[in-house]
């Protein structure tokens, strides 16, 4: 017999304090719940460790999204990473972290030491956390869950610009968000997302990266409908 989901947290989309409980583990037996950035779990309670929302995706997994510059790493995360220096075994990756992260240059699919890829100083990641605590380097790899490459590795070309993590939630969220929604309907282009607040924009044409960019930046306070609307007065300009 398979046992009911639990439903969610009362807090899910209302502001939490650090030292809220916002979930009762007592209560959800058999259940798996994943937790990002903003929770830790005390005893048969999880707590939130920073304030903002509480934020819910199917099926369990709860983090609090605050609007802020700083990036706090969390397993399973996709992140923009920019290489600072370079090891034998590892390449060191700012990610917006308290610390650099580690890349082990075996984190790619395929990875031997034959074929170590060759990435100087400055090169952009797409990358995954697979290891992340609040006393050691977080690290990375260039594969998925299955070892396979997906879309993770370098990003060429294109621009690369900063958002608070918030905005990058939002870019992720599922439903797609309505600035990506209404660009995507005019225009082609390519985008990263990294839940440490950057976002990285290429297009066969500069405008239409200029113009992506911009959007993007703009829509952080904006409703729906103001981002749309937004995004119409930005096309206009365009033609």
Do not use: H
């Not at 005019?186 to 500069?206: C, D, M, Y």
């Amino acid at each position: 017999m398979e046992s009911r989901r639990p439903p969610p947290s009362p807090f899910v989309e209302n502001y939490v304090v650090p030292g809220d409980v916002v979930l009762d583990l007592s209560e959800m037996t058999n259940q798996t719940i994943k937790l990002g950035a903003g929770l830790r779990q005390e005893c048969d309670t999880i707590q939130a460790t920073s304030s903002g929302k509480l934020r819910l995706s199917k099926p369990n997994k709860y983090w609090v999204e605050s609007s802020q510059k700083r990036y706090t790493p969390s397993v399973e995360d996709t992140v923009l990473g920019i290489v600072v220096d370079t090891k034998p075994d590892n390449f060191l990756v700012d990610i917006k972290g308290p610390n650099l992260a580690f890349l082990p240059v075996l984190a790619f699919e395929g990875g031997t030491r034959r074929n170590i890829p060759k990435f100087e100083i400055g090169t952009l990641i797409y990358a995954r956390v697979v290891k992340a605590n609040s006393i050691m380097n977080p690290e990375l790899s260039c594969m998925d869950a299955t070892g396979k490459a997906a879309e993770f590795g370098q990003l060429k070309d294109g621009y690369m610009f900063d958002t608070s993590t918030g905005m990058s939630r939002m870019l992720l969220s599922s439903p797609t968000c309505p600035v990506l929604e209404a660009l995507g309907k005019k225009l082609s282009f390519e985008i990263a997302v990294g839940l440490n607040g950057r976002v990285w924009v290429n297009a066969p044409a500069p405008n239409t990266v200029i113009l992506v960019s911009n959007a993007i930046i703009r829509s952080e306070s904006l409703s729906g409908i103001k981002q749309r609307a937004m995004v119409e007065n930005l096309l206009q300009k365009l033609t």
